[in-house]
């Protein structure tokens, strides 16, 4: 059964230090990998999705990368800012569930002071 | 509309009423999800439904819950005799068909049992 962990399950550093929020899971076998981001009372906006096939991907500040074959993947914040301030949830799909089931880590609550 | 759209967004009911949860797919996304994230926890997978296909109804957790889905759009999930282990945010996703795509999730629908 997959299972997704995600260290640290919270973080708090000072506005404008560059960060790495860490996820892993236990069967390497995945279609993909979504990193999504939650802010308090409100649903998920995805942020990244990495392919099994792929090493990383980027979007403006944000880099997540997928280590598939150790079960790891990591999102790097460059820059961060108070705006940041959200739980970062990472999610795989997998063939165990039929590929059509996300399994979630608990999430990093972060926060960032101004 | 340009997003998963899910009504209604707060609902507080008395124990033992029956509810019913809307959820509006982005317009061609075949494939529709229900997720459940108890406060504080990770989210849990409820049921999946793509296309014409047999829905996958392996997470739901008890019979008092079901879910329909009307043709590729509109979906509700119903809870009967509602309990107060029910109190949730109840997430719908949708996306393309595939394992590739990525997932967007609604704001969800906040239930209270009272």
């Known amino acids: 059964k997959q299972e997704v962990t995600q260290i640290p399950a919270a973080l708090s550093v000072p506005e404008g230090e560059n960060l790495v929020l860490n996820c892993s899971f236990t069967?390497?076998?995945?279609?993909?990998l979504q990193w999504f981001r939650q802010d308090p009372g409100k649903g998920l906006t995805s942020l990244l999705l990495?392919?099994?096939?792929?090493r990383e991907q980027t979007s403006g500040r944000l880099n997540a990368s997928l280590d598939k074959s150790s079960g790891r993947s990591t999102l790097y914040i460059a820059a961060s800012q108070p705006g940041d301030s959200a739980t970062y949830l990472c999610?795989?799909?997998?063939?165990?569930?039929?590929?059509?089931?996300?399994?979630f880590g608990q999430g990093t609550r972060l926060t960032i002071n101004p | 509309g340009a997003g998963v759209s899910q009504s209604p967004s707060n609902k507080v009911t008395e124990k033992g009423k029956d509810v019913e949860l809307r959820c509006d797919p982005i317009?061609?996304?075949?494939?529709l999800y229900w997720y459940r994230q108890r406060l504080g926890q990770g989210l849990e997978f409820l049921i999946y439904f793509q296309g014409n296909s047999a829905p996958d109804k392996s997470g739901l957790p008890s019979d008092r819950f079901s879910a329909e889905r009307t043709g590729e759009s509109v979906s509700t999930l119903t809870i009967q005799r509602t309990q107060q282990e029910d109190s949730a945010v109840y997430l719908c996703?949708?996306?393309?068909?595939?394992?590739?795509?990525?997932?967007?999730f609604g704001e969800g629908s906040w239930l209270t049992v009272v």
């Open positions: 317009s061609g996304h075949t494939a």
């Open positions: 990495i392919q099994s096939s792929q």
């Open positions: 999610a795989v799909r997998d063939p165990t569930g039929g590929a059509q089931k996300l399994v």
């Open positions: 069967d390497s076998a995945i279609y993909n």
């Open positions: 996703a949708s996306s393309k068909p595939g394992q590739g795509n990525t997932i967007y």
